[in-house]
């Protein structure tokens, strides 16, 4: 992410990893091929979503057995192109079949990241997911905006006199984070609510830290397979790890 001097860290642990990915602790699983399972009643397995206790979205079939899980960043460059590559593959032959389950869990880098991430939660559960790979897709433009915020002096004096939630809301605004969610369904009012809420926000950068030490994350995206930390970021090798492990 480029560097914004407009952008100073109010909370803490931001910015802990790179982005493209860090190594591995184990041999990724092997088995046999697994049974597709229905999903409920009138739903597809991507529409059934829940929180976890480690503040993940656990997205799919619960009782999978193959189980991946993503640390993503949403200003990261590779986790978007990860997102891209998946699409529908990995949601119509992976996780709407109910072999995968897939919980995706945000690795705060930056403010515009901490702010993003903040406003997909913000709503009902089952928004989280298409809010999020919508969002990767408008990383470039967002990139854009912000390059244009930082060579701008008045913002830059206005933003020194705002704090808490008032802050991130002119940044969210100006950067184009606003009008995005806007397009989406959730209204302003919304957004400048939940990024109001420091508590919320302090609990992102709070979680970033320990997935850091409870996971080794050193860049995004950061893969685990059925508990096994992979070497991969892109997904025609995630795709063969989970083929690998049984979902095929």
């Not at 990915?21 to 091929?33: I, M, V």
């Not at 998946?86 to 945000?106: A, C, L, M, P, T």
């Not at 903040?118 to 009902?124: D, H, K, L, N, S």
Request: hydrophobic residues 40%; negative net charge.
């Amino acid at each position: 992410m480029r560097s914004l001097k407009i952008l100073t860290a109010s909370f803490a642990v931001l910015a802990l990893a790179s982005c493209g990915g860090g190594g591995t602790t184990g041999e990724a699983p092997k088995g046999e091929a697994v049974a597709a399972v229905a999903p409920p009643a009138g739903k597809q397995w991507i529409d059934v979503v829940s929180k976890t206790a480690e503040g993940g979205y656990l997205i799919g079939n619960p009782d999978a057995p193959v189980k991946l899980m993503e640390f993503a960043s949403l200003t990261c460059h590779v986790c978007a192109q990860f997102s891209k590559d998946s699409g529908s593959d990995f949601h119509d032959n992976f996780i709407n079949n109910g072999k995968v389950s897939y919980e995706f869990r945000n690795f705060v880098r930056d403010e515009l990241d901490l702010m993003a991430a903040r406003i997909t939660q913000c709503g009902a559960d089952e928004a989280m997911l298409p809010l999020t790979e919508q969002f990767m897709a408008f990383q470039e433009t967002l990139f854009q905006n912000a390059e244009k915020m930082s060579a701008n002096k008045a913002l830059e004096a206005q933003l020194a006199g705002l704090k808490n939630g008032d802050r991130f809301f002119a940044i969210a605004d100006a950067s184009g984070i606003v009008e995005f969610f806007a397009q989406r369904g959730v209204s302003r009012d919304q957004s400048r609510a939940c990024l109001s809420d420091t508590p919320a926000m302090q609990k992102l950068a709070d979680q970033t830290a320990e997935y850091g030490k409870k996971y080794s994350v050193q860049g995004t995206p950061t893969f685990y397979l059925n508990g096994v930390k992979l070497d991969v970021t892109a997904w025609a090798q995630v795709k063969g790890k989970l083929q690998e492990a049984g979902a095929r």
